[in-house]
């Protein structure tokens, strides 16, 4: 399993990343390859290309901080993603997961024809809400020679990239602030 510690991840420091593994090869190959490639075993002896690609102390010792925190953060997301469902279902179209799933809420997307007004609503009363999937991956140019546009197969993908917003879920909101956001949208629908 890999983990991306990019800045946008519930787990970030802004760069690089982690791997998991529970198989002896694969970790002693990923140790040489961040090593300029090479393998453990060897002092001056290099097998493969890699890259000097270590974490500093420094960026080490924050990630221990935040490992410390992560299960009561994702604990807390997981409160206002229930809450949000609880609230808003009759308002909105909500992304639930599969109940077998257990999700990590790294984002709360909701559905709604209204989203540009709705966003310019939440913003009005200083809510951030975020637009995280305005395009479809087939849209860009790596992904056009894989797609027959002849057929009209892609028109979910179309309106969704059209009517999703996120609403803000890390795990520093505050009970009242969640509930300020849930009033917001509601009002938005009932008004």
Not at 47 to 63: F, V, W
Not at 66 to 86: G, V
């Amino acid at each position: 399993m890999c983990l991306s510690f990019q800045y946008k991840k519930h787990l970030n420091l802004g760069r690089g990343g982690m791997i998991l593994t529970d198989d002896l090869h694969i970790a002693n190959t990923v140790r040489g390859l961040r090593d300029n490639g090479k393998p453990i075993t060897y002092l001056y002896h290099y097998d493969t290309p890699g890259t000097n690609s270590k974490m500093s102390e420094s960026d080490s010792a924050q990630m221990l901080v935040k490992l410390n925190h992560f299960d009561s953060w994702q604990r807390r997301r997981t409160e206002i993603a229930e809450y949000y469902t609880q609230e808003l279902y009759q308002y909105v179209d909500l992304l639930i997961p599969n109940k077998d799933v257990v999700h990590a809420w790294h984002k709360f997307v909701i559905r709604t024809h209204d989203r540009t007004a709705l966003q310019a609503k939440l913003s009005w009363h200083g809510i951030e809400s975020k637009i995280h999937y305005d395009y479809a991956l087939y849209d860009l140019g790596v992904g056009a020679s894989y797609i027959d546009y002849t057929k009209d197969v892609y028109t979910e993908t179309d309106s969704f990239t059209k009517e999703c917003l996120s609403l803000p879920i890390y795990p520093e909101l505050s009970d009242a602030e969640v509930e300020t956001v849930v009033a917001v949208v509601k009002n938005f629908y009932t008004d």
